[in-house]
């Protein structure tokens, strides 16, 4: 597809199309002590504290990568995209996208970029999305032949062709997120941003948008960057992982490297018969061993991290040693993961 | 002919607002045409109990038929004012809708010029029906125009004034990046320059330097003096004096509209993305 605007085709594979070099982002917002005294303190002289969102973040992305961005909630992942994007300006440090200081994007740069926000529609809820879409063909400057020519493809391949003349906000919450999807990759843009994409959405429209992204990132070229709390969506889909904790990059690299470090590893959660006795200390001591971490202890229910090849093993070990009465095996969970990490920093 | 694409965007986001106001149906009966209707009608009543209050047969210079006639014009008129609640841009700022649109390239204000265009399109067309409907309906009472150049004189003062609106509601709406006070600072603007623009009552009812002041102002000269002008009690030709009124009020508030904006990104938290 070609456009009036000077962002069509690829980005050359291997330049940088996102810099970034200690970035920091301070917002400032006022404390207010609860009561009487602290409500008239505060009207009288309110004291103004600084939050530190992002603390010195250096990061470089290259046209055609897929990463994804992970961390707890107030981790900065937002203020980073928000920063980088140049929807807030930096406190300090420098940013750019396309070459280009990020607050000062010139419209050129803009046609290149998009968002999408999982929690903020694009769309205009009482107009059907194709309307929508006229919209932004125009906002975007895509030719009416190259639009139609796209519209065409995406909606085939995102399956919503029926919904498009219908108001948004008779969809469903999947059909939503496909057309926002649709309307972001409407200007082939070659540097997008999905803040958790699939949230809210069943098990089939998560695995199906993932496999989506996939293709466009392959097919297009367009560097995607996907910020998201599901593990699967960043797993099936990204090469490379950020991992920012407390506005810091925790880390920065391949994601299959990550995986055999610590992905490998199951949390296994038991629930113990009801009237059974208290497991022994010295028989949880026994199971824990070199590789498996006791994470949490609590009444009648007990939750191990275990390396996925010692599964098998230690359940054999469990069964014989404390009275089960149901378990759950999941992947390593975020928060573990990030504990884990931290700690193999501050060893390291 | 290629159209210009600042131009191309407008029209396609004109259109995509007049599909935004006719989306509800009854919304936009309500909204766009019973509005239209209460004014006028509301003004009948009311001075016609002013009027039996005071006793008076002349108010500011005015019978009653006559200040009827010129307060149905001035409610007439006031419906092609662009409204404070057309925009809903300070609640975007808080909400963080605005945020969608700081990544696109365009500017913000085309929406709002958008806005402006469909909500002069949709009452100028109202403006229209009630003026017809007015004149069959209600003989003798509705302000006929006194000349067709009188009614396009009017209507050009309305429209240009209705811009200056837009520029002042769109420059408050942006105190959204600073204060959380701006929907009180609208309904108090919309007082005092309704007030300004003779829309409360007759500016002939005021102290004559008080009256005269005002007629340096945009308000005036968007609601008050256009209808006047259709009246007969302005020659035709003060057009020229409103649109430079309204043309220095532009060439403040487009920059000032400008400077506010730009600050006010630079404060933008976006919030709820």
């Known amino acids: 597809m070609t456009s009036r605007a000077e962002h069509s085709g690829k980005a050359p594979v291997g330049q940088p199309v996102l810099r970034c070099q200690g970035l920091q982002k301070v917002f400032q917002t006022h404390r207010r002590d609860p009561g009487m005294r602290g409500l008239l303190r505060s009207f009288v002289a309110r004291e103004t504290i600084e939050v530190p969102a992002l603390r010195g973040i250096d990061l470089s992305i290259e046209a055609g990568e897929f990463v994804g961005l992970i961390g707890a909630n107030g981790a900065g992942k937002t203020t980073l995209v928000k920063v980088l994007t140049g929807i807030v300006p930096a406190t300090q440090g420098r940013s750019e996208l396309f070459g280009e200081p990020s607050f000062e994007l010139s419209d050129a740069a803009k046609s290149r970029l998009s968002i999408v926000m999982g929690q903020r529609s694009q769309l205009w809820w009482d107009l059907a999305p194709l309307d929508s879409f006229l919209l932004l063909r125009e906002i975007y400057r895509v030719e009416k032949s190259d639009f139609d020519l796209r519209l065409e493809q995406l909606a085939r391949r995102l399956a919503v062709t029926e919904q498009l003349r219908i108001p948004l906000r008779h969809l469903s919450l999947g059909q939503r997120m496909r057309m926002e999807i649709l309307g972001a990759f409407l200007h082939r843009p070659q540097l997008v941003f999905l803040d958790e994409p699939t949230i809210g959405l069943d098990l089939v429209s998560r695995e199906e948008i993932r496999t989506i992204l996939s293709e466009i990132n392959r097919e297009q070229g367009a560097t995607i960057v996907l910020s998201s709390h599901d593990m699967e969506d960043i797993e099936n889909t990204c090469r490379r992982l950020l991992i920012l904790s407390e506005g810091r990059l925790l880390y920065d690299g391949d994601l299959v490297k990550l995986r055999e470090r610590l992905f490998e590893k199951r949390a296994i959660e038991l629930h113990l018969e009801p009237h059974a006795a208290e497991p022994d200390p010295a028989v949880l001591a026994e199971l824990c061993g070199a590789d498996v971490q006791l994470l949490r202890s609590s009444a009648g229910a007990l939750s191990f991290a275990v390396p996925a090849a010692r599964v098998q093993p230690f359940l054999a070990q469990v069964f014989a040693r404390l009275a089960v009465r149901d378990l759950a095996i999941e992947r390593t969970p975020l928060d573990v993961l990030v504990r884990e990490l931290f700690q193999r920093e501050g060893e390291g | ?273």
């Open chain 2, 1 to 273: 002919m290629a159209v210009h694409p600042q131009v191309a965007l407008l029209l396609q986001a004109t259109l995509y607002e007049l599909k935004k106001v006719t989306a509800w149906r009854m919304g936009f009966f309500v909204r766009e045409i019973a509005r239209a209707l209460l004014r006028p009608l509301l003004t009948i009543f009311m001075f016609q109990a002013v009027f039996a209050a005071q006793g008076a047969t002349e108010l500011g210079g005015r019978d009653l038929d006559g200040t009827v006639r010129y307060l149905i014009a001035v409610a007439w008129i006031e419906g092609l004012i662009f409204h404070d609640r057309m925009l809903d841009l300070a609640e975007q700022i808080f909400q963080g809708y605005v945020t969608k649109y700081l990544v696109m390239p365009m500017r913000c204000f085309t929406l709002a010029l958008a806005r402006y265009v469909q909500f002069s399109i949709t009452q100028t067309g109202v403006a229209a029906l009630l003026g017809i409907g007015g004149a069959l309906l209600l003989p003798g009472v509705w302000p006929l125009p006194v000349a067709p150049e009188a009614l396009l004189a009017a209507l050009v003062l309305a429209l240009a004034g209705s811009y200056c609106f837009l520029l002042l509601y769109f420059l408050l709406n942006s105190i959204a990046f600073w204060l959380e006070v701006v929907w009180t600072l609208l309904v108090m603007t919309r007082f005092v320059t309704m007030f300004l623009a003779g829309v409360m009552l007759p500016l002939s009812w005021m102290p004559e330097p008080l009256a005269r002041a005002l007629e340096y102002g945009f308000p005036y000269w968007s609601i008050a003096g256009p209808a006047e002008i259709l009246l007969g009690e302005r020659p035709v030709s003060d057009v020229w004096t409103g649109l430079a009124v309204i043309g220095v009020s532009i060439t403040v508030l487009e920059p000032l509209r400008r400077v506010v904006w730009k600050r006010g990104l630079a404060r933008y938290g976006g919030s709820g993305m």
